[in-house]
């Protein structure tokens, strides 16, 4: 006699078991960085375009819809879209090498963390300068 | 010390007394993904507590639960010694060969717990088995073997250390799925052929000898071919022969840009 079996009500493959992550190392995270910004670039300029287009339709409406960007939320969204897309155009210069250069492969992660340490540098001044304005303003400096 | 199992309903089945266990010695946690088709609807973890010795290979402690725990667990091996390709799995979250793994690797006085899964992107069919099918699909499919037209040499065929040392690195795959698996794109585009299959067809467009390099390339040029690769390297660093495999895909594109091999 055979022993004792079920067969399995959905048939077929099974589904994958959930919370199976793949712990890829250095340049898989750079990729999904590098995709996650690029989308949130391309969501941003299809605002901006809009928004812009805005001016054709009605100035009065485009003024007021600008007016609500000045506000200290508005302006760190700002600074986090300068840090996507300064992060993607890095690593897109990155990619290119890796395309390019023939020894790009063997030296991508020393090109990541040079990237990294570049945004690092970058960002530190570029965020403070941006978000000079507001933070004065919240709390209470000077101006 | 005894191993315990501890999951209540696992079907245990004592294949002998457990074996006595050498100086040295640690408990090790192992966590195990488990599937019975004919039980399962769906993958689970089962966690296994047994003796292990920092020099044990990942592999050991699969036969120890097989061997001494349940009879029932299901995966591949056959050299045990990174040759033969068969045990490729994900240990710890990454790809790598059962048999080249050590406990010493990855256990720590602080860290004793060892995750084991099936590799991704293939149909599971039990355990840590998959069906390996679709991956020498791929691999059959960019005709990987030495093709000359016209009549055979009537004396060696002579090819300089400089030619041979081109395409020295893919020679040393032993097609163990480890890199294809690891693929991001490999597991969302099922049509991708994999890293493994690129790595197969670059051993021989860049082999001297050969006179199908264009064919190969037509193959790989297609919509499932090299472009899709993102080059994310998480092929490299899973080869467990260290071929620089995202590499050789590059090579592989810039052959096909710029039409030169
Ligand atoms: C600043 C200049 C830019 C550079 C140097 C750049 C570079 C690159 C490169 C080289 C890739 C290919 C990635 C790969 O092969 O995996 C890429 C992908 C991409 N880019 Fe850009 N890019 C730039 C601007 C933009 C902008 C403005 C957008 C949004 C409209 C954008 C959206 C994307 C998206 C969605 C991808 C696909 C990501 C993926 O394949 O995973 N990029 N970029
Ligand atoms: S480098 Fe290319 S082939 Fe290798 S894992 Fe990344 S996307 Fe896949
Ligand atoms: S290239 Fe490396 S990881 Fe891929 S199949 Fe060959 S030996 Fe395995
Ligand atoms: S059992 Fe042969 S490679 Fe691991």
Redesign the interface.
């Known amino acids: 006699m055979a022993s004792p079996t079920a067969i399995r009500p959905s048939g077929g493959k099974p589904s994958p078991r959930r919370g199976s992550l793949y712990r890829g190392a250095e340049g898989m995270w750079s990729w999904v960085a590098h995709r996650i910004t690029g989308v949130l670039t391309f969501f941003f300029l299809f605002a901006h375009v809009l928004d812009t287009a805005l001016v054709r339709v009605s100035p009065e409406s485009y003024d007021k819809v600008i007016e609500t960007y000045k506000n200290p939320f508005v302006n760190l969204l700002e600074v986090g879209l300068v840090g996507a897309v300064l992060y993607h155009a890095f690593n897109g210069i990155r990619i290119m090498l890796i395309d390019f250069w023939s020894k790009g492969p063997r030296y991508q992660r020393q090109m990541l963390w040079a990237i990294v340490v570049v945004w690092v540098l970058v960002m530190l001044p570029g965020a403070y300068f941006m978000l000079e304005r507001n933070i004065r303003h919240i709390f209470g400096g000077g101006a | 010390m005894t191993a315990t199992l501890n999951a209540d309903l696992a079907p245990v089945q004592h294949t002998g007394p457990l074996p006595p266990v050498p100086d040295g010695a640690v408990m090790v946690t192992v966590n195990l993904?488990r599937?019975n088709?004919?039980?399962?609807?769906?993958?689970?973890?089962e966690s296994y507590r047994i003796p292990a010795l920092p020099t044990d290979r990942i592999l050991n402690l699969l036969h120890y639960i097989k061997w001494y725990i349940d009879g029932t667990l299901a995966f591949r091996r056959s050299c045990a010694h990174g040759i033969c390709g068969s045990d490729a799995m994900?240990i710890?979250?990454?790809?790598r060969l059962g048999c080249k793994v050590l406990v010493k690797d990855l256990v720590t006085a602080k860290k004793t717990e060892i995750t084991i899964?099936p590799i991704?992107g293939l149909?599971?069919e039990k355990d840590l088995i998959v069906d390996m099918e679709p991956f020498f699909d791929a691999f059959r499919s960019v005709k990987p073997y030495l093709v000359t037209h016209g009549n055979e040499p009537d004396r060696e065929w002579v090819q300089s250390i400089e030619d041979r040392e081109r395409f020295d690195d893919t020679t040393k795959c032993i097609m163990c799925a480890c890199c294809t698996t690891?693929c991001?794109v490999y597991w969302s585009a099922d049509a991708y052929v994999g890293p493994a299959a690129i790595v197969a067809a670059h051993r021989f467009i860049f082999d001297s000898r050969d006179q199908a390099a264009e064919e190969r390339l037509e193959i790989l040029s297609d919509a499932e071919g090299v472009w899709r690769c993102?080059?994310?390297?998480?092929c490299?660093?899973a080869c467990p022969r260290g071929i620089?495999v995202?590499?050789a895909i590059?090579?592989v594109?810039?052959a096909l840009m710029f039409r030169r091999i």
């Open positions: 993904q599937f088709p004919e039980l399962d609807d769906a993958p689970h973890m994900r710890n979250g990454r790809n899964e991704k149909p599971l690891s991001p993102r080059t994310t390297f998480n490299t660093d620089q995202t590499k590059q090579e594109k810039r």
